[in-house]
């Protein structure tokens, strides 16, 4: 068999394990010992000596520390009330808009993702914040549900963000740049839910009820309160890219300031604290299985030659650069059908990175393309955490929004849908929109 077909063998086995619900990281790990054998003839001393030093090799890769630490940043927000304070800042002024209180539930999914960096956690703490007011204030359900899942995707977009330091790691791109790069792609796909709450509140903007201007002294509180973001923000961003901390010191100082934010204006105390603590652990174990397991097929496909061979495939097959992206962004709308981001990114980005960085995009470098295929890719998958039957916002959503359908969840998901679709056939377009920050320095 050639390598080609080997990998697609091994890979629809793999997609078969998850369908039977054994934990991707698991069934990425069990992947790639199947492909070891398969390309050494049933021998397991390769095997055995590649896992042997695998867990090593990679989890002593300095820039991994830091996504325990952004973790525990987003743990320290969750518990020390940032979330809240961050609605009620945006709804302090844009609150009395049409559709304000709505606009005002996605400003702050984007403020908490800057923080957070999950999406299902974005969406999980502010259904708890902003859908109790959105539904006093007589949104429609499907309107006030949709606006938070979709909201709750920036918090992966928005830096800093976990699978963009993922993809840094396995393509060994700047994780610095990636952010910055984000920056833009990020105020497109928040200024676009803004439009679609904007035109869909003012059709029925009968039954909703506008929130009080609020006052300037309320605002500047407002502003006051959730200062720590802009503070994370500029650590991270600047911080990183203007050259006087590295990502782990950027990571550090931001968590260390939403720790402090959480003890002196959350009232954090002990217990929320072991809690923070213990929800870092927690996750950091999970997406470091998946790390593992995704390693450890990565590197039986690269023995196999199957992501080179592929490439070369493509290449000589002389198809348009544009329509091999096309293809490679439908497979992911198809794949965030059935699996989170962060197994996505681990799964696809050994094939499908190959292949993009051998085409020729017009004026555009290996590293241009690097980073512009990291954040299209990034956003076509946090596009399928809300699209149905399964995104996983959606469930989310459903669950702190009671009495609501998942059907009335998912016919309010289509408008913005619609929106992700346009941005991402804009920045596919037109990849400057993303790289243009970069290229000012």
Known sequence: MSSIEIGVIVLALLLGVLALRVYVGIGMFLAGCLLYLIVNNGDTNALFYTINGLAYSRFSDYDLAVIPLFLIMGQFAIHGGLSRALFQAAAAFIGHWRGGL?????????????????????????????????????????????????????????????????????????????????????????????LVVKIVATRQMRHIERAPRASWGVRIRSLAEVSPVALVFVVVIYGMYGGWANLTEAASIAAAACGLYAVVRGGMRWKGLYLSILGMAEATAMIYLVVMGADLLNSGLALSRMP???????????LAPYLVLAAILVIYLLLGCVMDSLSMILLTIPIFYPVMIGLPFTGMTQTDISIWFGIIALMVVEIGLITPPVGMNLFIVQKFSKGTTLGTISRGIVPFLYADLVRVILLASVPALTLVLLSTN
Request: proline share 6%; hydrophobic share 55%; glycine share 14%.
């Open 308 to 318: 080179t061979d592929l490439a070369q495939w493509i290449t000589t097959m002389g």
């Open 102 to 194: 709505g606009m005002a539930a996605i400003g702050a999914c984007a403020g908490f993702g800057a923080i957070c960096g999950s999406s299902l956690a974005t969406a999980a703490t502010m259904s708890q914040v902003a859908l109790p007011e959105l539904e006093r204030r007589n949104y429609p359900r499907k309107l006030a549900a949709g606006a938070i899942a979709a909201g709750g995707t920036l918090g992966i977009l928005i830096p800093p963000s976990v699978p963009l330091i993922v993809y840094g790691v396995l393509v060994q791109e700047s994780i610095g740049k990636l952010f910055v790069a984000a920056v833009i792609p990020g105020i497109i796909a928040m200024l676009g839910y803004f």
